[in-house]
């Protein structure tokens, strides 16, 4: 099998995983690692060549524009407490509790390399984050927490992790000069998203056209993490700049064509891009399996006491972290913190490392200015291990945990959200139909039917809006409409199977077919 046949079969076993795991109750970014970890064991399967350059400014920037499109301003601003905590406070622990450990255990390791080792294993995985915590029903605020993390605590880590590997590599270390380079790489990173998304805006605007602007968001995110590496940035930060500029600006409320194309291409986009990363986590087990050849023993006991450390220290941390939050709380916001001690161990649990670890570990150089670079092929076993650890074993026991510990969202909030979301949408139809009767008076039966319509938009978004008789009325109307929306789709099929069957017809042009196919299309959809 080829690196080619390889890809795409990890790209089919990606859509594949994603049913699997509904139905047997998995993450399957955590399936997706099993596979790979499968398809390692094979002989016949070739070792993964990816240059390790090229797997962050490859997988990050499509992973991180997807999860933005979920969130907003506001998640950040009212997550901001937990996000510094968690995101930036953490990361430095974490990668200070694995440095000082590493260099004690691991033998030729400096000071250097085992903070480069603590900062690759400190940030947990925003992608598998997000994919496990979704998909359990936990609350809203919990799984803006993990996502905010998430995506901010790659951008400390990475940082963290470029000094470290020049202290190693030169011998050199300047605590100002980190300092500096953390926050001129934040300031850049930020300048270059806000203006690469400013543009991107207007270039939207200009092209008008959904696929071309579908295409457009192809490749502003590996422009902005591109352009903010160059330039000294942070890669990371300038895309979720970027993501989040657009998210709030590029698509405007009439936009539908654009906004439900948009949302099912990056679904796409999320499902194979996120499949193949983890997929390569699991066939990356060949490197971890010619690393210790002949040394388990001691490589194992290493890499046990690193994901103690690594796991253990999140505990510790989030306990306080907690609490502090809850006392910091600004009761003027509906500010997203952890409100149990429930809720706190299913986050410490949801801690799983992944993609971001694995392409900083391979990316580790081979040399320094003085000879090899220190303990590489430990550091590299570490790593894997806590990766594999933290992904598999969390990620397979995390559902039995949160269903141990009863955690769940408040359903009964999201239905009186969507129940204030449907009054308002359904008051602003009724007065901008007002409006538009002062200055066009319409006939009374068009101006009934349209009342109806603005208090059926309401009633279909949360029925609980209306009384038993006014909601029986609107059920009556509704198992109407059924009827007529079905005639009528049968009604389209029929004259999209006429205008595709004149597709092979003698004569004919298939760039108007597709164009009338299109027009039929757009209809249905309306």
Do not use: C
């Not at 099993?34 to 064991?41: N, Q, R």
């Not at 670890?357 to 590299?380: C, K, Q, W, Y």
């Not at 570490?382 to 598999?392: P, R, S």
């Amino acid at each position: 099998m080829d690196q080619l046949v390889l890809f795409f079969s990890l790209m089919l076993a990606a859509i594949v995983m994603v049913p699997l795991g509904d139905r047997m109750g998995l993450p399957s970014p955590v399936l997706m690692t099993l596979f790979g970890i499968v398809l390692a064991l094979v002989p016949q399967i070739p070792n993964v060549q990816i240059d390790p350059d090229l797997i962050l400014p490859i997988v990050l920037p499509p992973l991180l524009y997807a999860s933005v499109q979920r969130t907003s301003w506001r998640q950040f601003a009212a997550n901001k407490r937990a996000i510094f905590l968690l995101a930036v406070a953490l990361v430095f622990v974490t990668t200070a509790a694995v440095a000082v450990v590493a260099n004690a255990i691991v033998p030729g390791v400096t000071i250097a390399a085992a903070v480069a080792l603590g900062a690759l294993v400190a940030p947990p995985d925003p992608v598998a984050a997000t994919a496990v915590a979704g998909s359990l029903g936990l609350p809203r605020r919990m799984v803006s927490i993990l996502e905010g993390e998430g995506l901010f605590n790659d951008v400390t880590a990475i940082v963290l992790y470029h000094v470290a590997i020049a202290a190693a590599v030169t011998g050199k270390f300047s605590a100002e000069h980190a300092a500096g380079e953390l926050v001129l790489s934040a300031v850049v990173a930020v300048a270059i998203g806000m203006a690469l998304g400013w543009a991107a805006n207007k270039l939207m605007g200009i092209v008008g056209d959904p696929t071309l602007q579908i295409g457009l968001t192809l490749l502003v995110p590996f422009a902005s993490y591109g352009l903010a590496e160059e330039l000294g940035g942070s890669g990371v930060l300038a895309v979720l700049t970027t993501a989040l500029f657009l998210a709030e600006h590029a698509v405007g409320a009439d936009d539908v064509t654009a906004r439900l194309a948009g949302t099912t291409f990056w679904e796409i986009v999320d499902t194979l891009v996120t499949g193949v990363a983890f997929g390569l986590i699991g066939l990356e087990l060949h490197n971890v399996f010619a690393v210790g050849a002949g040394r388990w023993g001691s490589m194992l006991s290493h890499a046990g006491l690193v994901i103690a450390v690594v796991v253990g220290i999140r505990l510790v941390w989030l306990l306080p972290a907690a609490w502090l939050a809850r006392r910091w709380r600004d009761k003027r916001h509906d500010e997203d913190i952890p409100m149990t001690w429930r809720e706190t161990v299913v986050m410490w649990w949801a801690g799983m490392r992944g993609v971001a670890s694995v392409a900083l570990a391979l990316a580790i150089p081979l040399t320094s200015d003085d000879g090899p670079f220190p303990a590489r092929d430990e550091l590299l076993f570490i790593a894997f291990a806590v990766v594999l650890a933290t992904l598999v074993l969390q990620g397979l026991t995390l559902p039995w945990l949160v269903r141990r510990l009863g955690v769940r969202g408040n359903i009964d909030a999201e239905h009186d959200l969507e129940r204030r979301l449907a009054l308002r949408a359904t008051k602003a139809a009724k007065q901008r139909l007002r409006e538009i009767e002062l200055v066009e008076p319409l006939h009374e039966e068009v101006s009934e039917m349209l009342q109806r319509r603005a208090f059926d938009l309401g009633a279909r978004i949360s029925p609980d809006i209306v009384d038993d008789d006014r909601r029986e009325s609107h059920a009556k109307r509704t198992e109407r409409l059924r009827v007529i929306q079905r005639v009528q789709a049968e009604m389209m099929s029929a004259a999209r199977h006429e205008v595709l069957a004149a597709r092979s017809e003698p004569g004919s042009d298939p760039e108007i077919v597709d164009r009338v196919l299109r027009l039929l299309d757009l209809r249905s959809v309306r």
